[in-house]
Each structure stands twice: as structure tokens, then as C-alpha cells.
């Protein structure tokens, strides 16, 4: 029996419904017997005020701009793990020991190879097709080459899936670069770290021998760290919805690339430095930001504002910390990124800003550091969906070995015609 009650009193009914705490976080309302004891359904488009699941993988706390995996602080993670480590720490659940860690990336690193036929899947688009756009039609198509693994209810057919998910992201997304650029494929080099090997498959050539730069080496890999996962985001929302319905993991994740493509995700960080370009220079921020503010204006600050962070995005942090560095490392002198530190610091001073507590988030300075490192734009949603494979099949993982999954099927307020009869195109 729960502590905790919520009183309902509707249509002349008294009810009560048990109220469920978490380890840390808001209680929630258990409401599922709610509309068979009422008729009634709970409406809230955009998800503001509903938990959709049960989790233990990734905890935020908005208002005090908190982010922990499996919990740990996203800080400590970026500054001392790698992003191998976290992916296996948010599919297991614990650090691996050295030896797990080994295994671990010796199997991802072994299943980095992608099916030679798929490479004709890349010759069928435009040589200026966004990446966003390969990587949901080939991972879609990995369905079509692992028979051999795609029974869900297998749990050894979910982990070879999920391994090779993250594995061939890197090599998936790679490849829709250098098919952007005209130069051949790489094909993967096992002797590399997962993020090495994902820096020579994109920006090394057969002419001559790549030599990953250890900066950007750990910058990459402190990117896919920030990126890995984040509570149930919509893209996340997504593959869980897709997998509910036993769709193979490849499609779910399929779904998920879509749904992070939009502007309003993590096709933010694209705009965001698309933004800070257009805007060009210091004195040019004030006229953005009282555009971000005119209501009858669209525009938007794109890197800004998020529907659970309240304050600022621990993530942003570290990318802002990484910035200096790599610019510095790399003896960049990007205005970008001054133009970038004089928005927020504006912003974060403008009473708009400061009323609806809009902060950078972790798509506002990312940019900077995936175009000095030398990524064009249109890769940037593509390096976050490599990065948030992890989470999506993590997230996939944990919901489908529930026992008491069920198909995610929610109703709606229909506010439509009610019942009327047919007219005769000639009596119209
Ligand atoms: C990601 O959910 C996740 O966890 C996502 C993510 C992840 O890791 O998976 O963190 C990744 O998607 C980060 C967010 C990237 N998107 C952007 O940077 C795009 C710009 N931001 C906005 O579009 C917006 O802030 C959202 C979409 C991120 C959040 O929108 P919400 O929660 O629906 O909030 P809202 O749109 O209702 O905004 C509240 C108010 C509104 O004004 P009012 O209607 O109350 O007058 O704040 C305003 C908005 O107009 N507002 C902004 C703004 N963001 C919100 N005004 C100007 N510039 C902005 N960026």
C-alpha cells in the first residue's frame, strides 16, 4: 500500500490514487486505472507533466541543472570516463572493471564493419544529401542484413543487436561524409580507440597515413560523453514508442534519427552555429535577441531554453570548458565563439530570458568545437545521433526486458464532427 494518496473527485466519485516515489525526483500519480474508474483521460500534449516509464538509467534535475548516469555526475564522467566506459556503464549499469572495459570495446570494435552491399545503399543519394537523411535509410536497412538477431525476446539477440548499433554508427556516419565530400570510404581501423577510429574513417584518405591528434581525440570522445543519453527527450520517447510495438531495435533507432533531426532537438546544434554565423558579430546580438523576443517573430536563440532544464545544462558547461582548449590546442581563433560568449552573456542579463529561465543548452557551443575539429554543419545532428545511439539502445533495452511492457498507445480530447450522415455527391 502506498503513503502517499491523490484525491480525484469527479463526476460525484471520490477516488484515490496511490502516489509512487522514485529513488530520487518527483513522486508521480499512479493514474492507470484512472479512465476505466472515470471514463475520463488526463490531457497533456507535449508530455509536460507526464512520466511515460519507469527508468534507472539517467536522472535531471531541471532547477538545479543536474545530470547524473546510472548516478554519476556528467561532469565527473566527462572529465575522468570515456565514452566507451559509458556506454557501458549505462547498458550494465555499473563502471565495468578493466578487464569488462577491455572486452567490452573489443567486442564494439569488432563489429565496426559495415556490410559491403549496404555501401551501394550511399551511391543511391544526391551527393548533397543532408547526412541525417543517410543515417535514417541506412540504420533502417541494417534490418534487412541481421536476421540472425532481431528476436527481442532474445536477450543475447538484444545485446549483439545493441553492439552493433553502436558499433556501426561511427562507420555509418563517416561514410555519409565522406560520400558528401567525394572521397572514398575508410574502412574501420581496429588498432584505434572507437572515437579514433571514427576520426580516420571521416577526415583520413588512402594517400597518405592519419595520425589521430590526441586533443581531438578526447574532445570527440568528451562530445560523445555529453550526448550519450538524457532521460526520455523526444527522440528517445520515439524508439521506446517504436519498440513497444516489437519493431527490431535498427528501425526503432531509425525512428529515433528522425525525430532528432527536428530544430527543435538536436538539429538545434546545426542551427546554432548556422545562428551565431548569421549573427557575425558582437554588435549585431542585441537586434537577435529582441527577435527571440518579438512573439510575432519565429526566430528563435537556437541552443536555448529546454523543456526540463530550468537552469543552466551541466552539459553545456563542460562543452564551454572544452572550448578554450581545443581552440587553443588547435591555435583557432574562431569569432564565433566570441560572438557566442556576448549572446549568452546578454541573454542570461535580459529579463525575457531571466523570467522564462532559458539557459544554453548543450547544442549552444557544441558547434564551435565540431567546426574547428572540422566537421561541416549538416554532420553536427549526425555526430549527436552516433553519440545518442547508446542511449536510445540502452533506453530500448530497459523497456523491453520489463516484463509488464505493454504498446505505448495513448488517446486524445476529440474535438471533430460528431456522428452525422453521408451526402450524395448530388445533393452537395
Ligand atoms: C535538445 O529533451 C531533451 O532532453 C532534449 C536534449 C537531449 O539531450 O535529448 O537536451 C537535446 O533537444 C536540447 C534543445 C535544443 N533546442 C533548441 O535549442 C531550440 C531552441 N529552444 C526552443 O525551441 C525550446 O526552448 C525547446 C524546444 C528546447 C523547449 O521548448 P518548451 O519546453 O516547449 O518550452 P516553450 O517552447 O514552451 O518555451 C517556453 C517559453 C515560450 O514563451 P511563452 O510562450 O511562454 O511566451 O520560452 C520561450 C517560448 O517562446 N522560448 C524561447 C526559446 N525557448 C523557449 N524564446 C526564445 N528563444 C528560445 N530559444
Known amino acids: 500500500m502506498a503513503d502517499k494518496l491523490a484525491k480525484l473527485d469527479l463526476g460525484g466519485k471520490s477516488l484515490e490514487y496511490n502516489v509512487l516515489e522514485g529513488s530520487t525526483g518527483p513522486d508521480v500519480i499512479d493514474i492507470r486505472k484512472l479512465y476505466a474508474q472515470t471514463g475520463a483521460f488526463t490531457f497533456d500534449p507535449g508530455f509536460t507533466s507526464t512520466a511515460s516509464c519507469e527508468s534507472a538509467l539517467t536522472y535531471i534535475d531541471g532547477d538545479e541543472g543536474v545530470l547524473l548516469h546510472r548516478g554519476y555526475p556528467i561532469g565527473q564522467l566527462a572529465e575522468n570516463s570515456s565514452f566507451m566506459e559509458v556506454s557501458y556503464l549505462l547498458l550494465n549499469g555499473e563502471l565495468p572493471s578493466k578487464d569488462d572495459l577491455d572486452d567490452f570495446t573489443y567486442t564494439i570494435t569488432r563489429h565496426t564493419m ?7 545503399f550511399y551511391r543511391g543519394f544526391r551527393r548533397d544529401a543532408h547526412p541525417m537523411a543517410i543515417m535514417c ?7 534487412a542484413f541481421y536476421h540472425d538477431s532481431t528476436d527481442i525476446s ?3 539477440h538484444r545485446k549483439i543487436s545493441s553492439h552493433r548499433l553502436i558499433a556501426k554508427m561511427p562507420t555509418i556516419a563517416a561514410m555519409a561524409y565522406k560520400y558528401s565530400v567525394g572521397q572514398p570510404f575508410v574502412y574501420p581501423d581496429n588498432n584505434l580507440s572507437y572515437t579514433g577510429n571514427f576520426l580516420r574513417m571521416t577526415f583520413g584518405v588512402p594517400a597518405e597515413e592519419y595520425v589521430v591528434n590526441p586533443i581531438v581525440e578526447k574532445a570527440m570522445d568528451q562530445i560523445f560523453i555529453v550526448h550519450a543519453d538524457h532521460e526520455q527527450n523526444a527522440s528517445t520517447s520515439t524508439v521506446r ?10 528501425a526503432c533507432i531509425a525512428a529515433g534519427i528522425a525525430c532528432l533531426w527536428g530544430p527543435a532537438h ?5 542551427a546554432a552555429l548556422n545562428m551565431l554565423r548569421e549573427i557575425g558579430t558582437p554588435d549585431r546580438i542585441p537586434h537577435y535577441i529582441e527577435r527571440a523576443k518579438d512573439k510575432n517573430d519565429p526566430f528563435r536563440l537556437m541552443g536555448f531554453g529546454h523543456r526540463v532544464y530550468k537552469n543552466y545544462d551541466p552539459r553545456a558547461t563542460v562543452i564551454q570548458g572544452m572550448v578554450r582548449d581545443v581552440l587553443g590546442s588547435l591555435g583557432i581563433n574562431d569569432p564565433v565563439f566570441e560572438v557566442a560568449l556576448q549572446l549568452e552573456e546578454m541573454a542570461l542579463n535580459d529579463p525575457y530570458f531571466i523570467e522564462k529561465k532559458l539557459f544554453p543548452n548543450v547544442d549552444f557551443y557544441s558547434g564551435v568545437i565540431l567546426s574547428a575539429i572540422g566537421f561541416p554543419t549538416t554532420m553536427f545532428t549526425a555526430l549527436f545521433a552516433l ?15 520489463d516484463p509488464g511492457q505493454k504498446i505505448g ?3 486524445q480530447l476529440y474535438t471533430g464532427p460528431t456522428q452525422r450522415d453521408y451526402i450524395p455527391l448530388d445533393r452537395r
Request: hydrophobic share 40%; charged share 15%; no cysteine.
Open 241 to 250: 514508442l517504436a519498440g513497444s510495438s516489437g519493431a527490431n531495435p535498427f
Open 137 to 143: 535509410g541506412v540504420v533502417g536497412a541494417l534490418s
Open 266 to 270: 538536436g538539429g538545434a546544434n546545426e
Open 387 to 401: 553519440a545518442r545511439t547508446v542511449g536510445w539502445v540502452a533506453q530500448w533495452n530497459e523497456m523491453i526486458s
Open 154 to 156: 532474445d536477450p543475447e
Open 114 to 120: 559495415l556490410h559491403e552491399q549496404l555501401m551501394t
Open 409 to 411: 498507445r495513448p488517446r
